[in-house]
């Protein structure tokens, strides 16, 4: 999702309001895959935008359209358990478990990871233990709010998928580390979506730039990586444009709706 917004958490919402109408004219498919969980995602878009978006929030683990949940793949609770233990050990990573409508984390130890914490999660529940976290509620994604170098983060991410086999791990721009089942990601919602309306790889287009939008640029013939996108997620993108600060994502989508044809991303191809 900042990969569409401004620093100041903005965006362009005329030229968003013309781009998603003439591409629901034209019966494209629209979706917004994000980290971000679901009820921060719908506060971006006003109704008129969100019947026709489809919102695959918790980096695509949770997917909703209007007031509809779609599809969820949830962590197995015993491993959740194991690794909030496991993450506890550890100096500089703060946890923060999603159920898709609601977050629970241990309270943050300074006012910056209070702060980056609410910015993300609002009112989040504070909790002391995992099994403060209710039994009946699904846990789709823990996303660490990580006090180190992202060459550090990486290396922790390599560590967790080597010491729990249920789950997949990757960076979220600088300083989170998401944690989701290792058959989750944005890939599959990408997937579910082509599936349910018979879309191929070669008519899909996605936008990304950190390594949690690695798996949907596996499932799009046009992946797009932002300029800023970790390098890494560069080498699996055809193409490369501007920032989220030129509104490059909406300046692109607005183009393919009044060029003919597509030969225009040539001047984009990495």
Not at 57 to 85: C, F, M, S, W
Not at 235 to 249: K, L, P, T, W
Request: net charge negative; charged share 30%; proline share 3%.
């Amino acid at each position: 999702m900042k990969l569409f917004l401004r620093e100041d958490k903005t965006y362009d919402k005329e030229k968003a309001a013309f781009v998603f109408s003439e591409l629901k004219k034209q019966n494209v498919i629209l979706g917004i895959a994000s980290g971000n969980f679901i009820p921060l995602l719908e506060n971006y878009f006003d109704e008129e935008f969100l019947e026709y978006l489809y919102l695959a929030g918790d980096d695509g683990n949770v997917l909703k359209k209007t007031q509809e949940i779609i599809q969820t793949l949830p962590l197995n609770r015993e491993e959740a358990q194991d690794i909030y233990h496991f993450i506890n050990k550890q100096d500089g990573y703060h946890p923060v478990f999603s159920t898709g409508n609601q977050a629970y984390t241990k309270p943050p130890k300074n006012e910056w990871a209070e702060k980056e914490i609410r910015l993300y999660f609002g009112d989040y529940q504070s909790i002391e233990n995992f099994s403060e976290i209710p039994n009946d509620q699904e846990i789709v994604k823990i996303e660490m709010l990580c006090d180190h170098p992202l060459d550090e983060i990486k290396e922790f991410m390599k560590e967790i998928e080597g010491e729990f086999s249920g789950v997949s791990s990757v960076t979220s721009g600088d300083i989170w580390l998401d944690i989701y089942h290792k058959e989750g990601g944005k890939g599959e919602a990408v997937k579910f979506l082509q599936n349910k309306y018979d879309i191929s790889p070669q008519e899909t287009m996605c936008f990304g730039d950190s390594l949690n939008d690695r798996s949907m640029m596996q499932e799009a013939y046009y992946s797009v990586a932002m300029m800023n996108a970790d390098q890494e997620l560069k080498e699996h993108c055809r193409y490369e444009i501007g920032s989220s600060e030129d509104q490059a994502v909406l300046t692109l989508l607005e183009k393919i709706i009044t060029e003919e044809s597509l030969d225009f991303l040539e001047q984009y191809r990495q």
